[in-house]
């Protein structure tokens, strides 16, 4: 992900990358669809291990830089990478297949159509090194967002409120976005894979305990007085 933020947008508010104010750093705040749109394309994962640095490039007390690893009881593997201190920073999704595999990055989709199933090729061929033929499509698609999307969610909450509708944007289809940032954060806490269904009690009292013995301190600072590194406190 691509969501490269300097000290002075965390200074700029005093609830923003704190665990009472925020619950959180890069993944409850900048690229929590991200998750959406991972567990809404492949499903959610059945173990998570991740790694999250605390404040690893500015001076915050929550993660800044995430890494972590999405297992699934098909087989899968899936790779999540994230933090706001890249710049220039990569935005890219790829989903790689039996049959080929398909990226999206700097407002291009593209197919790479393998000419046979990989799995085949990796039993027959009787050169050791041979990779799959392939060649490369482009995808095209609608680029422009859709025109009214806010105001269409907004009208259609209203209605929900009044019977009139159901929601298109339930609360629940929040969930697994969450879910899955708990589960990163108390998988890298503890230092151990964390499986489906798992204890959220157990989260919870840690992220009260965060709160509680946080001893951070919101820097006032004017930006030609800034370190250039972290100040802890």
């Not at 619950?23 to 669809?33: D, Y």
């Not at 209605?159 to 697994?176: E, M």
């Not at 879910?179 to 204890?199: E, K, W």
Request: one cysteine or more; proline letters at 5%; hydrophobic letters at 35%.
């Amino acid at each position: 992900t691509d969501w490269f933020r300097t000290q002075a947008y965390y200074d700029g508010g005093g609830w923003r990358a704190t665990w009472r104010g925020e619950g959180g750093g890069v993944l409850l705040n900048q690229c929590p669809h991200n998750l959406d749109i991972y567990q809404w394309l492949v499903g959610m994962p059945q173990r998570v291990t991740g790694l999250a640095s605390l404040g690893k490039y500015h001076d915050i007390e929550v993660e800044d830089e995430v890494t972590a690893i999405f297992q699934h009881d098909n087989g899968m593997v899936g790779h999540f990478i994230t933090t706001t201190a890249e710049s220039p920073g990569t935005n890219r999704l790829e989903i790689v297949g039996e049959n080929g595999k398909v990226i999206y990055e700097d407002g291009q989709l593209t197919f790479f159509r393998n000419r046979e199933s990989m799995l085949e090729h990796v039993q027959k061929s009787p050169d050791a090194y041979a990779k799959v033929e392939y060649h490369r499509e482009d995808v095209p698609y609608d680029r422009q967002p859709e025109k009214g999307a806010h105001a269409r969610i907004t009208a259609n909450f209203v209605q929900a409120i009044h019977g009139a509708a159901d929601l298109i944007a339930p609360a629940v289809d929040g969930y697994n976005s969450v879910a899955l940032v708990s589960a990163i954060m108390l998988s890298s806490f503890t230092g151990q894979m964390v499986t489906f269904p798992f204890d959220e009690a157990a989260y919870e009292a840690k992220l009260h305990e965060l709160i509680q013995t946080s001893r951070y301190e919101k820097p006032v600072l004017n930006v030609a007085e800034r370190p250039l590194k972290p100040t802890y406190r």
